[in-house]
T-cell receptor, first 112, second 113 residues
Framework: SQQGEEDPQALSIQEGENATMNCSYK?????LQWYRQNSGRGLVHLIL?????REKHSGRLRVTLDTSKKSSSLLITASRAADTASYFC????????????FGSGTRLSIRP | DTGVSQDPRHKITKRGQNVTFRCDPI?????LYWYRQTLGQGPEFLTY????????KSRLLSDRFSAERPKGSFSTLEIQRTEQGDSAMYLC???????????FGPGTRLLVL
């Protein structure tokens, strides 16, 4: 079973626009991560936010975390064609310090 | 060291055959993970090693699946008597102790005919 669910499942935007993806999860967490996966390839870590943090930035990425609502959002500003990929949130598993559980992902397409 | 490597990248096999995949983690990463990913879904956790010890196994890992990490470096994942439902991408990841970020390999795509 998957802990996180991303919304929307698919998103298509024009190059230069901002993209926002949301993730909801079910149980208490210590941290939440976002990963990117280009078509048919392995995952690349983007950013990690801890449960005591509310917002974090990395380049064009901005992540928020609301533990009261058990939700997170990933904002990509000034999108580029190279941002076309699937984006997954991943939460640590409360009973296991090392295991992370992935959501089902948002497929982002950037139109030129 | 350029990252996690997996071999082979693609494998086509017939139902009932055994297959073995290899993962070489980033040097000195003592944690190693295996995941399975089907089309349109996120990776599903299969198993986790700390050094050579297999510390967790998912219920997804039926008795046809076995994973080893004999010397705490590379790992192998074997699937015996493959079924069509085993067709998926098998991903390996590694991380150093104390770090939550996992570093993924390119995956092995398995197709069972």
């Amino acid at each position: 079973s998957q802990q996180g669910e991303e919304d929307p499942q698919a998103l298509s935007i024009q190059e230069g626009e901002n993209a926002t993806m949301n993730c909801s999860y079910k149980t208490s967490i210590n941290n939440l991560q976002w990963y990117r996966q280009n078509s048919g390839r392995g995952l690349v870590h983007l950013i990690l936010i801890r449960s005591n943090e509310r917002e974090k930035h990395s380049g064009r990425l901005r992540v928020t975390l609301d533990t009261s609502k058990k939700s997170s959002s990933l904002l990509i500003t000034a999108s580029r064609a190279a941002d076309t990929a699937s984006y997954f949130c991943a939460t640590d598993w409360y009973s296991s310090a090392s295991k992370i559980i992935f959501g089902s992902g948002t497929r982002l397409s950037i139109r030129p | 060291d350029t990252g996690v490597s997996q071999d082979p990248r693609h494998k086509i096999t017939k139902r009932g055959q055994n297959v073995t995949f290899r993962c070489d983690p980033i040097s000195e990463h003592n944690r190693l993970y295996w995941y399975r990913q089907t089309l349109g879904q996120g990776p599903e956790f299969l198993t986790y090693f700390q050094n050579e010890a297999q510390l967790e196994k998912s219920r997804l890992l039926s008795d046809r699946f076995s994973a080893e990490r004999p010397k705490g470096s590379f790992s192998t994942l074997e699937i015996q008597r493959t079924e069509q439902g085993d067709s998926a991408m098998y991903l390996c990841a590694s991380s150093p102790s104390g770090e939550e970020t996992q570093y993924f390999g390119p995956g092995t795509r398995l197709l069972v005919l």
